[in-house]
């Protein structure tokens, strides 16, 4: 995607991935799909982050376009809150204390030197063998990580040791982000 998205764009985006989340964990069924115009028809990766009460709840996405954004988003919806390995399934119960977080990606770039990689600029997609991993752009912001943390965590998740980024063997792909997500206000007790 070369162009960024408008805010009517995100906020269509937003407001599909939030009315999907609530028909299919009450009663499995998909809203329609609003018409896909402009960058939302585009083919492009996304990954879709639930947070409740600040946690990360679920995180799941494609990292290459294999459909349009529109339908990228839904799937990643319904996948983050239903399939993120590492969590149970949301329940409708959590749904008010769930805030929907969305990254479009940029197309994939291997580089072959590390110092290319923008902290905060940039994601990761790591790989060697059948192992890889991917740490969005905000996560190495969000934990405060340097150049070299950000490459061992990414190694990490990927099953490697955390200095496989070192070995000439493993491939290193970069990409960008536009992040945006819906801004809830704090409860009061």
Sequence with gaps: MSERLSEGEKKTLLKLARETLEQYLKNGKRVALPKAEGLLAE?????????KRGQLRGCIGNMIGIRPLIETIQEMAIASSTQDPRFKRVTPDELPDIDIEISVLSPMKRIRDVAEIEVGTHGILMRRGMYQGVLLPQVATEWGWDREEF????CEKAGLPMDAWRDPETAIEIFSAEVFGEKRLEKKL
Excluded: E, I, S
């Excluded at 490459?151 to 990414?154: F, G, I, R, V, Y």
């Design 151 to 154: 490459l061992a965590h990414t």
């Design 43 to 51: 083919n492009c990766g996304a990954f879709v982050t639930l947070h």
